[in-house]
């Protein structure tokens, strides 16, 4: 055996703190065990790697002006995100990466911005908010939009609380349906109807959506009928199944493209026609 | 430079290659079917049915560890063979699904385990009347570092690179006009009938229910991938022996359900019908985009392996036709 050089390596990194966010989803802060900065940018992925369980994509879910300590926000949904869950601060994992194409900021800056987020589409979307926290010049006006299926789904509820405190941020949520039991008195409905209630100036704005697949074409019908058209307008992060993150492997290809390598994040002009893409 | 190989001098040749590669070279099969294995002494079989597995399998295995993993989050890598290998035997199809896998794995970001195997590695061809059936095979146009050509009276040899050349030292010249007696002309690497069906799908013009129609025939083996010298699609595994993992990736296949399928239970690939358009658009459609060559070399392959006929020569034979039927 020799020294590591390649592509497939992991890195060693050391769970900090684990705090919970929903009943299915917890929020783990890491730190790559060197001290060095995981120099990712907003909307990239890492690839985690627990020994036994081989690895899972996930989002980064804090924003690269925030330190070297990195967040990722997971869904216990499977073998290695349940293993994921189970484990202490101060527990070894391995990550490679970051992986992909972030969210493009040069297209974005000077805009006023729609950062459209549905479900766990929050986390990655969470790293561009935090960014546009941290760099209010770049940056026209911003509304974040939410969706989630219920108020137990709602993902970072502190950060919602925080961002609508916030005098430089305009954040909405809204949640498709609440339990009888629930105290939730928020706004109900699919993100679409938040986006009606938005006075907007479509010759200077851009969306970003990220959510899960049945959220996009709605949405992007809205956007188109609130005047967002032409081309470079609306970004997306587009969710698959990478297993290399490097373009290699082939299970995330949407016809020509890789979406860990050539996306996640893709102007909508480029994706639209390409079939199975939304 | 032309050479002109005997027998002796053949068997000269393979003990030079020997002595710095692990030479692999056709063997013939009790099924009369053809195999690249290690050279034992003798000489290969040069001429014959296409080889039964695909070469690139060589450089690309089956299963591969990738490398091993500790509790102490350390990592290790496999050491590179101790002699890297020498395929001898191929032909212009087999050179070129090489030169398609040394195009995706080699092209940033390199694959680090394709070219642990591919680094040093020597290529071997054979054109000239080593067919089937005696039929002349096309010349070799670089893709390889030396060609063996079978002429109607004895083999000759000609070096494409400077090892080729090197290990051709000392052997006879032969004279350019023992090529004469060959048809030396190129042949386009894609038959018309994928050329058709290419443009085809390019153009959009095949019926969604012509894919259902080839889906329902489909028994999701995986065989056709399996074949293939250009599918390059892997998953990992992971096998752990106390504090220790072993981190491998194997070959997968596009024609299983769960290729695609998300923890989230989203699959971009979730029918049949996805997933056989999508084996046949990648190769001839996105991989001509993506790599301005077919993902195709028209080996055949995958027509031997299917089991319900539905390989790429007879899916596109059919597709053909079912568009001049609709008379698109």
């Keep these: 055996m020799t020294a590591p050089a390649s592509l497939y390596a992991p890195r060693p990194c050391r769970l900090l703190t684990v705090s919970g966010l929903t009943p299915q989803e917890k929020l783990f802060r890491l730190q790559l065990v060197d001290g060095s900065s995981l120099g990712h940018q907003p909307g990239q992925f890492i690839q985690l790697s627990i020994p036994g369980l081989t690895e899972a994509p996930i989002s980064v879910a804090n924003s690269p002006t925030r330190g070297t300590v990195f967040e990722l926000a997971v869904r216990r949904a499977g073998r290695l995100t349940g293993a994921l869950h189970k484990l202490a601060p101060g527990a070894l994992i391995g990550i490679r990466g970051p992986f992909g194409r972030p969210f493009q900021l040069d297209a974005l800056r000077g805009k006023q911005l729609l950062l459209i987020a549905g479900g766990c589409g929050l986390a990655p979307l969470r790293s561009l908010i935090q960014y546009c926290q941290d760099r209010p010049e770049e940056f026209a006006a911003v509304h974040i939009l939410y969706g989630a299926r219920s108020p137990a789904d709602l993902l970072f509820k502190d950060d919602l609380a925080a961002w609508q405190r916030s005098e430089r941020l305009d954040c909405r949520y809204t949640v498709d349906r609440i339990p009888a039991d629930s105290c939730y008195d928020g706004e109900t409905g699919l993100l679409p109807r938040l986006l009606s209630q938005l006075e907007l100036d479509p010759a200077n704005c851009s969306a970003v959506l990220v959510g899960p697949p049945p959220m996009y074409r709605p949405v992007i019908a809205e956007l188109r009928r609130l005047g967002l058209s032409g081309e470079r307008r609306i970004m997306l992060s587009l969710e698959r199944q990478m297993r290399c993150g490097v373009g290699k492997c082939g299970h995330c290809s949407i016809e020509h493209l890789t979406c860990c390598s050539d996306g996640p994040v893709f102007w909508l002009e480029e994706v639209e026609a390409l079939r199975g893409a939304l | ?328």
């Design chain 2, 1 to 328: 430079m032309l050479k002109r190989l005997e027998e002796k001098d053949f068997l000269c040749l393979l003990e030079r290659i020997a002595e710095r590669w692990q030479l692999l070279v056709p063997q013939r099969m009790s099924d009369g079917s053809r195999l690249l294995l290690p050279w034992q002494g003798g000489l290969p079989v040069l001429a014959g049915p296409p080889l039964q597995r695909k070469p690139t399998e060589v450089f690309f295995p089956q299963l591969e560890l990738l490398l091993e993993l500790d509790d102490a989050g350390g990592v290790a890598l496999p050491n590179p063979p101790e002699k890297p290998p020498a395929l001898l035997g191929l032909d212009h199809l087999d050179l070129a699904g090489i030169a398609f896998l040394d195009r995706f794995f080699l092209s940033p970001p390199t694959d680090d385990a394709y070219l642990r195997r591919r680094r040093g590695a020597l290529l071997v061809g054979v054109s000239g009347l080593a067919g089937a059936q005696g039929e002349t095979l096309p010349p070799l146009e670089g893709e390889c570092d030396l060609e063996l050509i079978l002429a109607p009276d004895g083999l000759l040899a000609h070096p494409h690179t400077a090892r080729g050349t090197e290990l051709l030292e000392g052997f006879a010249e032969a004279a350019p006009d023992k090529l004469a007696a060959l048809d030396r002309n190129a042949t386009e690497l894609l038959p018309e009938i994928l050329l058709k069906a290419a443009r085809l799908l390019q153009e959009e013009r095949v019926p969604e229910d012509f894919w259902e129609e080839i889906a329902a025939r489909c028994i999701a083996c995986g065989g056709c991938n399996f074949a293939c010298p250009t599918c390059s699609c892997f998953g990992v595994q992971d096998r752990t022996f106390g504090k220790r993992t072993e981190r491998s990736r194997l070959w997968d296949s596009c024609q299983l359900d769960a290729f695609m399928r998300e923890a989230s239970g989203h699959n971009p690939l979730g029918t049949e019908t996805l997933r056989t358009r999508r084996r046949i658009y990648h190769k001839l459609v996105a991989d001509p985009l993506r790599w301005g060559e077919p993902g195709c070399v028209a080996c055949g392959r995958c027509d031997r392996a299917c089991p319900t006929g539905i390989g790429m020569f007879a899916l596109c034979e059919e597709l053909v036709r079912t568009c001049d039927r609709h008379g698109s």
